[in-house]
């Protein structure tokens, strides 16, 4: 693994405009930046990165089925009392899954470390499975890259493949995310596009144009009714909307389904290393109000069980705060201690491996980098190529 210089492509914020990324650049800062990129052996990304990434996506599931039989648990994990049959019962009902994304810490030598797994809402769906291969294309198609480099990118595919094996040819599924969001439009459009592949119909409303039927259904923006919904919105703050009561009597599939709330949650992490302790890919992990955490020292990361973009996560180091992210209203929630893997640095940059499951298996990789030890919210997207 090593990161190289390469030229950017000629025009490419126009063809960014054109095929609708319009947040290549936010606030006066690149978030798409291909002035440098990651190279990878192919041993590394199958040894590494892939076969791990579908085996922790495999434990995490047995840790679901764990979560959710146990109260303790599911209170741990805060997940409110009026909606755990919810949960558990769309786990108990097998409620397809679609996707996740796992965050690794990788250096290209030894066994990459899960960070934590957004296996609920994860965006950079479109940065990672479209925009990272037309730059690969472009790049082999002008002898920049070498006949033979190749990309770990199979997502658009992969997804395909999954509707096509969940639902029958002309099923209806809807799409819906915070209007005005041009980030989280392109993460739903990117699932749309790979719905439309499928032979699906694929419909987009925003999310606060779903409204109520008089026997309680969900209608879309065009009074039709939803009957299975792929939703951006977070379970943990469908949960606490006034809006969840519905959910039982609107009789509609939800893509993530309900049990996704109890893996993109931080508290995950300490039942992972209670379930599989000594794990090359887990670090150890435990809730803040264990007696057990004393085993990590002095040394640590402390993480709200709920925290997006890297909100609220402080970096502890023989007993100090050496680094923390803004506060937000993820500040006030439990908490909970994972020991301090470092993020590798190149040239002043710290990247994230972001691994993309697609169903039970890793189907990609997308690459966001910062120079702080926190990965958040504006850390720059990096493409990636392989080349043996």
């Not at 993460?187 to 309680?216: F, I, N, P, Q």
Request: aromatic content about 10%; glycine content about 6%; charged content about 25%.
């Amino acid at each position: 693994m090593q990161k190289i210089t390469l030229p950017e492509r000629p025009q490419w914020r126009d063809k960014a405009q054109e095929l609708g990324f319009t947040f290549a650049d936010m606030h006066g800062e690149p978030y798409w930046d291909e002035t440098s990129v990651y190279q990878f052996n192919l041993r590394q990304i199958e040894d590494d990165i892939e076969d791990p990434s579908t085996e922790l996506h495999a434990m995490c599931r047995e840790a679901a089925a764990a979560i959710v039989a146990s109260q303790e648990l599911m209170e741990k994990l805060a997940i409110p009392e009026e909606h755990r049959d919810l949960v558990a019962n769309s786990w108990a009902n097998n409620e397809p899954e679609i996707y996740g994304r796992f965050d690794l810490a990788y250096d290209g030598s030894g066994p990459a470390k899960m960070l934590e797994y957004n296996a609920d809402t994860p965006t950079s769906l479109y940065e990672s499975a479209s925009f990272q291969w037309s730059w690969l294309e472009d790049h082999l198609a002008t002898g920049v890259l070498n006949e033979g480099d190749d990309q770990f990118n199979g997502i658009h595919e992969a997804l395909v493949a999954r509707f096509q094996s969940l639902f029958a040819k002309d099923t209806d599924l809807h799409f819906t995310a915070i209007g005005g969001s041009p980030e989280d439009y392109a993460t739903v459009e990117c699932m749309g596009w790979a719905a439309r592949e499928a032979g699906l119909g694929a419909h987009y409303t925003d999310l606060e144009k779903v409204a109520l039927s008089t026997d309680g259904q969900f209608l879309d923006a065009e009074d039709r009714v939803i009957g299975k919904l792929f939703k951006l919105y977070p379970w943990e703050d469908l949960l606490r909307d006034d809006y969840a009561i519905n959910l039982k009597a609107a009789d509609c599939l939800m893509l993530e389904p309900a049990w996704k709330a109890v893996l993109s949650n931080k508290g995950l992490l300490p039942v992972l290393w209670q379930m599989f302790e000594g794990h090359p890919n887990l670090l150890p992990a435990y809730f803040e109000d264990d007696a057990a955490k004393s085993a990590l020292g002095e040394t640590f990361v402390r993480k709200p069980l709920f925290s997006r973009e890297g909100a609220s996560i402080q970096i502890v180091e023989a007993g100090e705060t050496t680094e923390a992210s803004p506060n937000n209203d993820y500040a006030e929630h439990a908490k909970i201690l994972q020991a301090y893997a470092p993020l590798p640095e190149f040239a002043g940059f710290r990247p994230v491996i972001g691994s993309w499951i697609i169903g039970t298996e890793c189907a990609g990789i997308g690459i966001r980098e910062d120079r702080s030890r926190i990965t958040q919210d504006l850390s720059r997207f990096k493409p990636h190529f392989i080349r043996d």
